[in-house]
């Protein structure tokens, strides 16, 4: 079955800290996407990722294939940081984004 | 500049009452999609069109039909809205169908039922 886990499902922190989002999934996939989505709606694509690392800016994207997960990580966080992180995923036996629900993340000055 | 333009943000019709939500692209794409989002939820799939070929996902309501005249434009409209169809209804793009191109997504359209 196709399945995507994010965690956590909350988060709050302090200006400048080191901030570190999940995602797990159950079976093989073609490319994970790590999505940004203010209040407001709209939705932002921050990383698509097959394998590896990638970096932009703050952010940083790590995706590890044989442990079937991956991480968003975002350095020196600051309030307009603060958004609804999504980890979106392609699998390998379906044209579909199955999206996780989300880690909402609140960054306090 | 916006890629993908969602129109309007704000919609507010009548229970029961046809609404058509729009969206166009300027990117050129091949696929365009309608998600729905209701509050604190995973945006969910409702259909896709890849060019002019018609993609309805199993579970999306007779309620929900969509159109693409061209490749720029594709429209969701629901015929009849009830209170559960409530959400925000987000648009996106992408080049092919593989996972491997990127997904662009419009503002979103928030749908209230009254």
């Known amino acids: 079955k196709n399945e995507v886990e994010q965690s956590p499902q909350n988060l709050t922190a302090q200006e400048g800290e080191f901030i570190t989002i999940n995602c797990s999934y159950s079976?093989?996939?073609?490319?994970l996407h790590w999505l940004q989505q203010h209040p407001g709606g709209g939705i932002v694509s921050l990383f698509m990722l097959s394998s590896g690392k990638k970096k932009h800016g703050r952010l940083i994207a790590t995706i590890n294939i044989q442990e079937k997960h991956s991480s968003l990580h975002i350095t020196a966080s600051h309030p307009r940081d603060s958004a609804v992180y999504i980890c979106?995923?392609?699998?390998?036996?379906?044209?579909?984004?199955?999206f996780g629900t989300g880690t909402r993340l609140q960054v306090f000055p | 500049d916006a890629m993908v333009i969602q129109n309007p943000r704000y919609q507010v019709t009548q229970f029961g009452k046809p609404v058509t939500l729009s969206c166009s692209q300027t990117l050129n794409h091949n696929v365009m999609y309608w998600y729905q989002q209701k509050s604190s939820q995973a945006p969910k799939l409702l259909f896709h069109?890849?060019?002019?070929?018609?993609?309805n996902e199993a579970d999306t309501p007779d309620n929900f039909q969509s159109r693409r005249p061209n490749t720029s434009f594709c429209f969701l409209d629901i015929r009849s809205p009830g209170l559960g169809d409530a959400a925000m209804y987000l648009c996106?793009?992408?080049?092919?169908?593989?996972?491997?191109?990127?997904?662009?997504f419009g503002q979103g359209t928030r749908l209230t039922v009254v």
């Open positions: 996106a793009t992408s080049r092919d169908l593989s996972g491997n191109t990127e997904a662009f």
């Open positions: 979106a995923v392609a699998f390998s036996n379906t044209d579909k984004l199955i």
């Open positions: 079976v093989g996939i073609s490319a």
């Open positions: 069109y890849y060019d002019k070929d018609f993609n």
